[in-house]
């Protein structure tokens, strides 16, 4: 069996350095506290150092993360935010989370980012952000993003989820927005044990008002200003990241190395390949092609005992969390057009060429069968 990701194979190869980390917190029981945990302040030093930013707020997860600097920006009931039709519904739901509206704008049919011509569109006198999303490891188009925010005067947030050290034009994703977010889900190209995100922003009051609303209102121990939330990254996972931080960079090149390998494969198949600008650098969260018959190979997969997978199986606006919005198809052209012939192929830096090989010859097969 060919497994879409191996997490095992991962901790194996740095075993030594996570045991360790894990033995520390655990001798000094330091399982919970936000920067007053000293595992908590030196991962967000270094995320933040990594990055080249001022602030890093770690908390619970990758959504809580977009919904908590949405706060900070004082976005509110009824404003507009708008988000890519494409994307993992975090994106959305913690718009509409906070009260505000999501407003989907269509995608790109290569590229699979934000399509920056469709978003004036929609801007309306109550959008107050933009979320640009660099969708499975792929920049957005920061520049474009950033001029229509600065003409229509709106903040925006990078969704920085799959794209942990991807690079526009020679610049960090998570560096060029008013802030931006992070998921460090097991899975992502920077995971934790369990669930991890945080929010990282050159905005001092951003950062202050962020770290405040996530650890109940406080601003100093007893100090509630307003009622927050309890959304934390904890002494494990804090600790764990750490150790795999100064792996990223490796491991993302790794993630090229076997999405080159399937490029050379596939070059003359036809299927579609994930394309990517000469001035990214795509960081391969995710090795998405397009297929016509996709379940007839998704089946032959299955016989092959390769797992594959679907990111994601329907548009958001499409889906049923939605359906009071009354969206269709025809108002998202691109993404919705695609959307069906999508499918994840395995890739994950521990990945044996000879595995990329096989996947590759079973797609060969099935396109010339
Ligand atoms: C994973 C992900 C998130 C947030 O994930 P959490 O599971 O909440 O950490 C947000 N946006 C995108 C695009 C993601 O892929």
């Not at 933040?48 to 976005?75: Q, R, V």
């Amino acid at each position: 069996m060919i497994p879409f990701v191996d997490l095992k194979k991962q901790y194996l190869n740095i075993k030594t350095d996570i045991d360790n980390a894990i033995q520390e917190v655990i001798n000094a029981s330091a399982f919970v506290g936000s920067r007053s945990n000293r595992f908590v302040k030196i991962f967000e030093d270094s995320f933040a150092e990594y990055l080249g930013i001022k602030h890093c707020i770690s908390c619970a997860n990758g959504t809580d993360a977009i919904e908590i600097i949405l706060k900070a920006m004082g976005i509110s009931r009824g404003d507009e935010v708008i988000v890519p039709s494409h994307t993992w519904i975090s994106t959305a739901e913690a718009v509409g989370n906070i009260g505000a509206i999501p407003i989907f704008v269509d995608t790109l049919p290569d590229f699979y980012t934000i399509d920056v011509k469709k978003i004036e569109a929609q801007i309306t006198s109550r959008t107050r952000a933009i979320i640009p999303v660099h969708l499975y490891g792929q920049p957005a188009d920061m520049d474009e993003i950033m001029d229509i925010a600065s003409r229509h005067k709106l903040f925006v947030i990078e969704d920085c989820a799959q794209s942990h050290g991807a690079l526009y034009k020679g610049k960090i994703t998570g560096t060029m927005g008013h802030a931006a977010t992070f998921s460090f889900f097991p899975t992502k190209n920077l995971g934790s044990f369990g669930d991890a995100g945080a929010i990282v922003t050159n905005n001092d009051e951003f950062a202050t008002y962020s770290r405040m609303y996530s650890v109940h209102g406080q601003i100093e121990k007893n100090k509630h200003i307003t009622e927050g939330r309890n959304s934390r990254l904890d002494g494990l996972q804090a600790a764990i990241l750490s150790a795999k931080l100064p792996y990223l960079e490796k491991w993302n090149n790794c993630r090229r190395e076997k999405a080159q390998l399937y490029f050379e494969y596939l070059k003359d198949t036809p299927v579609k390949l994930p394309q990517a600008r000469d001035w990214s650098k795509h960081v391969y969260h995710l090795f998405v092609l397009q297929v016509e018959n996709r379940q007839g190979l998704m089946d032959f997969f299955k016989e092959n005992e390769v797992q594959v997978m679907l990111h994601y199986p329907t548009i958001l606006p499409l889906l049923d969390a939605y359906k009071q919005r009354g969206y269709s198809p025809e108002q998202f052209p691109v993404s919705s057009t695609y959307q069906p012939k999508i499918l994840s192929i395995p890739m994950y830096p521990e990945m044996e060429n000879d595995n990329v090989k096989s996947v590759a010859e079973i797609i060969k097969q099935f396109c010339y069968k």
